[in-house]
Nanobody
Framework: QVQLVESGGGLVQPGGSLRLSCAAS????????MGWYRQGPGMQRELVAT???????NYADSMRGRFTISSDHAKNTVYLQMSSLKPEDTDVYYC????????????????WGQGTQVTVSS
């Protein structure tokens, strides 16, 4: 099995910054994509940013320029540096990983973390 554990959420004032981390562990051969999504009450989960193993990034338009995604392959960890935070960024942020579990199994498996709350408020 695979576990994703997020950390770094919390309360921050508008205009402030936070850094989220997500570490994957367990039956992992190769992580191909990691990403962050967010979800508010009664809302659909939406893309924040993704990063491929090769370092190609993709951002939602509203986050581009304020958020930066990065990863550390050796640690199976993905980060999200969030700056210039706004009250509308308040959400639960989820980490997702798409990975290959063993050399002999070429299927791609998707896993989600449990989520971390980010609250932007004065």
């Amino acid at each position: 099995q695979v576990q994703l554990v997020e950390s770094g959420g919390g309360l921050v004032q508008p205009g402030g910054s936070l850094r989220l981390s997500c570490a994957a562990s367990g039956s992992i051969f190769r992580i191909n994509v990691m990403g962050w999504y967010r979800q508010g009450p009664g809302m659909q989960r939406e893309l924040v940013a993704t990063i491929t193993r090769g370092g190609v990034t993709n951002y939602a338009d509203s986050m581009r320029g304020r958020f930066t995604i990065s990863s550390d392959h050796a640690k199976n960890t993905v980060y999200l540096q969030m700056s210039s935070l706004k009250p509308e960024d308040t959400d639960v942020y989820y980490c997702k990983s798409v990975l290959q579990r063993s050399p002999g199994d070429v299927r791609q498996y998707s896993y989600w973390g449990q989520g971390t709350q980010v609250t932007v408020s004065s």
